[in-house]
Every structure is written in C-alpha cells, then in structure tokens.
C-alpha cells in the first residue's frame, strides 16, 4: 500500500531538488516512489504544477506500437500508427493514475506565494537513510496518510532541518 506526502517549502525552487534527490535516491532503491508532483506558487499567486509522469507521451508511444501492430496485419502500417497515436494520446489525456489531480489543485492554491509543495506517492522506502538524506532540505509537512507516529518522526526530522539553518 502506498502513502501520500505533502511537504511544503519556503522558496520556489526545494521542491524540484527534494524532487532530484529522490529520483537518485530510486535509482539506489531507497525509496519507490508511485508518484510525484511539483507544485510551484509564484510570488503574484499563480499556481504552477509540474507533473512527474506524463500520461498523455506514454499513451501515444503505447498506442502507435498497438497501432503498428494492427496497420500491418491489415497492411496498412502508416495509417495505423497514427490511428494508435492519436487515440492513445486522448486516452492517456484521460487517465489519472497516482495522487488525484483536483486534491493538487485544491492543495496547491493554499501554500503562500514564494513557495512550493512536494507530493509524493510512495510504495517502498529505507526510512531511516531517505530522512537522513532529506533532512538539510528541510520542509514543512502539509498533509500526509502515514500513520501518527510516522508523520511524527517526519516532522522531527524537517524541524531539526530548522534548527541546523543558519
């Protein structure tokens, strides 16, 4: 089962590197991450999210291969691949996997301009290593489904972030 996390950050720019740090922490298996999504408030207020899995690219590749594979069955391969495209294209504009994107929205337009928030889907994690790793970034927990002595141990390990700041 996976847990949401939302942590927030004072300036615009900690969330893309929380972000970058937890792609190589993947690639180390520390963490597994289902999911992640940016979300970017600029000092006029305007909400920006930057999603991490692009449904709409994935659905076109899948859909020209399906394409493909049907054009040359009826001998018409061009045809196919963009009938694949295009229709797996539009489904893939339609599909919401992962952290629901009105939740986002919702979320988004509350954190103060300046500032960004970090959503994080995550299946698997070493708890100890990611926050030792984390900690410097520091943050502030928004919202989160760990149980309450987790989102605990996460919020003391942000606060000591705060601490150490200078």
């Known amino acids: 089962?996976?847990?949401l996390i939302v942590v927030g950050f004072d300036n615009e720019l900690k969330a893309d590197e929380v972000l970058h740090r937890l792609g190589q922490?993947?690639?180390e298996h520390l963490v597994d991450l289902e999911d992640a999504v940016v979300v970017i408030k600029n000092n006029k207020g305007k909400v920006r999210i930057k999603q991490t899995y692009d449904l709409v690219s994935e659905g076109a590749v899948s859909?020209?291969?399906?394409g493909l594979l049907i054009g040359?069955?009826?001998m018409n391969p061009l045809l196919g691949v963009a009938a694949g495209m295009a229709s797996g294209a539009i489904s893939g504009a339609f599909t919401d996997v992962g952290i629901d994107d009105?939740?986002?929205k919702d979320l988004g337009k509350t954190i103060e301009p300046g500032t960004s928030a970090l959503f994080i889907l995550v299946e698997k994690v070493t708890p100890d290593k990611v926050l030792t790793e984390l900690r410097p970034f520091g943050g502030k927990v928004l919202r989160t489904s760990?149980?309450?002595a987790d989102e605990e141990?996460?919020?003391a390990a942000l606060e000591k972030a705060k601490g150490q700041e200078v």
């Open 63 to 66: 859909g020209s291969f399906w």
């Open 25 to 27: 922490m993947q690639k």
């Open 146 to 148: 760990l149980s309450k």
């Open 153 to 155: 141990s996460l919020r």
């Open 1 to 3: 089962m996976s847990d």
């Open 72 to 74: 040359l069955i009826f």
């Open 102 to 104: 009105s939740f986002i």
